[in-house]
């Protein structure tokens, strides 16, 4: 069975670091999100570190209601996290259950960091928060020398379904403006762990 012709990708913005697309997903009203940016004044693995850091995330991301590690694979190193977030008003703040994978490729340079939405007995639906289901993400970081020095490009990947009654164009301005605020607010947090020198956990020593 062939798979129908994929969407074009339509530029939404386009700045200096920072170039965001989506394009439409077969069969319903949403959009799939494509980032690509650049990042001079810190390394790879910090960046890499901090996004993986649920504890220090509760300190940057004023939006975090709740962000618990439920489940951890030490063999793998893959998590299931229980996310709650603010969501903006007069909505109800949204409640991701989400498994992460997350894989450093020393030949090739790169390291991958990979979510989507999953069940799980342990995180039941709350009334309070509207469950988001549908979820993916990937985020490829490419060095431009090593781990260790600064410089690198990332290509991040994801759609979202927050299942709200908006129209399209309503939701897809959320999506496109959240995103950019998250990971200017993600490079905000790694400068700052970097100056205080501030001991976030390597998650590459730790596989």
Known sequence: EREAAEQPWEMVMDKKHFKLWRRPIEGSHLYQYRVFGTYTDVTPRQFFNVQLDTEYRKKWDSLVIKLDVIERDLATGSEVIHWVTHFPYPMYSRDYVYVRRYHVDKENNTMVLVSRAVEHP???????????????SQMVIRPHKTFDENGFDYLLTYSDNPQ????RYCLSWMVSSGMPDFLEKLHAATLKAKRMEMEVRDYLAAK
């Open 164 to 167: 709200t009654v908006f129209p």
């Open 122 to 136: 342990s995180v039941p639906e709350d009334p309070e928060y509207v469950r988001v289901r549908t979820y993916e």
